[in-house]
């Protein structure tokens, strides 16, 4: 086969955000765009000749004819073998632990997660290394960087298409190629860490479940594993095949977006216990009858009850939350006496802490929660981290969570997102919110007073490397905050996050309503902002 080097001149903007390059797929199918990015991918990395590469993706639009690309360019730059998803699908963590087991060189996984699919949606590249964790900051600044000086890239020159709609191998110049079916390996990894036989009898005891897959790509490991090897009646799984545009819905797994969960689960029968997962498959929402987990106090709940399960019966090492989470599991890390890291937002800050053996669990208030199995958060684990508990504890969702506040006190939190903003609109903002700042120190709103503000920068304890502007923080007393930052996966203009918490300790008031309990401070993050004055939006288009 024929190597052809293709000239080409750098593309504006192939700088990867919170997690990889999300664009439109408009703008991955423009000549050279895709093509770039790989090459500039494998430009930033070194002695990789004659290794394996991983590689899949969540299904949507564009999947294929990408991995159809990538796999010349991988031949073409001397990888040894590539280990394909089966129809060239992979869950976000599934891959993650891919790469760990085939002890891979790395990974590129194509996804925009939870952003809509379709010819009109979202599409989006990413590359893990060798630990089966999104590459961090000092890679991802090189790619950008080997993008914007890039001349040509490597191809080999192939007509046919390589089946990836069947297991099997294939070769493609010198490399090999492997389809691979990634369903059986993770069922056997999470056999490993849960009591399936515990989960089996909660199931056969007439525990109902109700799994929204979203048409996305955890239908078929939800359907395996919950359906066939834990016994949940056949159809507990919905939305469970995956399709190229998620069945015109927008695979974000929250109170919004999961509207039919919702709707089943705040109806009347309602299951026991109600999950759904995103495009990935790497974020979870978990809801009890009638009721809602925050992400934040469900990484809490389960650091709190990880002794229950056998994967973690020993203890955790320490927790990692995301700055902007709920600060609901310092609690439960302080009585275990074990250490709480608060790291930027993005899954690769948790990497070195997992990979330093300083953490076991992490989480994040974008319905992110993982563990030292893989180095991605893991949606389908979540879910059967909480089956395990509630088939231990035997009691409903909503009784752990409430006996959890009443041991721990409640934050109360709230998530308001201003999406598809105008950018410029949406940078205002920011500037007059620092400008504020220096100001703020010592002022007091609706009967809180603010002790500390500023623009939250991180060190890593394992690397030393600095991660600055990553979000304004206003922290009052009464361990209240209020944190301003602008989503770095969105595609569309901008996207505005405004993160509201306040700590209860009155178990009278655990109950309430959150967006009535936190309205005072809602508005103030309003005021502070200028949000409707900067923005023209008077409300959020999502609340979570
Ligand atoms: C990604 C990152 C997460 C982050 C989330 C939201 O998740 O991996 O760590 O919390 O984006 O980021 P932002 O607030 O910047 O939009 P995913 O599920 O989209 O890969």
Known sequence: MTLQIISTHPIAGQKPGTSGLRKKVTVFQQPHYLENFVQSIFNALDNFQGTTLVLGGDGRYYNV??????????????????????????????????????????GIILSASHNPGGIEGDFGIKYNMGNGGPAPEKITDLIYQCSQEISHYRMIKNETFIDLSQLGHHRLGEMHIEVVNSVLDYAELMQQIF?????????????????????????????????????????????????????????????????????????DNAPDFGAASDGDGDRNMILGANFFVTPSDSIAILAANAHLVPGYQHGLAGVARSMPTSAAVDKVAETLGIPCFETPTGWKFFGNLLDAGKVTLCGEESFGTGSNHVREKDGLWAVLFWLNILAVKQQSVS??????????????????????????????????????????????????????????????PVDNSLSENQGLRILFDHQARIIFRLSGTGTEGATLRVYIEAMSNDNAEHTQDTQHVLAPLIKVANELAKITELTGRTEPSVIT
């Open 65 to 106: 004819e990408a991995i159809q690309i990538i796999l010349k360019m991988a031949a073409a730059n001397g990888f040894g073998r590539v280990l394909v998803g089966l129809n060239g699908i992979l869950s976000t963590p599934a891959a993650s632990a891919l790469i760990r087991q085939s002890r891979a060189f790395g």
């Open 195 to 267: 009591d399936f036989p515990k989960i089996q009898a909660l199931f056969h005891s007439g525990f109902r479940i109700c799994y929204d897959a979203m048409h996305a790509v955890t239908g078929p490991y939800a359907k395996f594993i919950l359906e066939k090897q834990l016994g949940a009646p056949e159809g507990s799984v919905i939305n469970g095949m995956p399709l190229p545009d998620f069945g015109g819905g927008h695979p974000d797994p929250n109170l919004t977006y999961a509207d039919e969960l919702v709707r089943i689960m705040y109806g």
């Open 399 to 460: 009784e752990i969570v409430r006996e959890h506040w009443l041991k721990y006190g409640r934050n109360f939190y709230t998530r308001h997102d201003y999406e598809a903003i105008d950018t410029e609109a949406a940078h205002r903002v920011m500037a007059h919110l620092r400008q504020q700042m220096p100001l703020l120190s010592k002022q007091c709103f609706a009967g809180y007073c603010v002790q500390h503000c500023d623009d939250f920068s991180y060190r890593d």
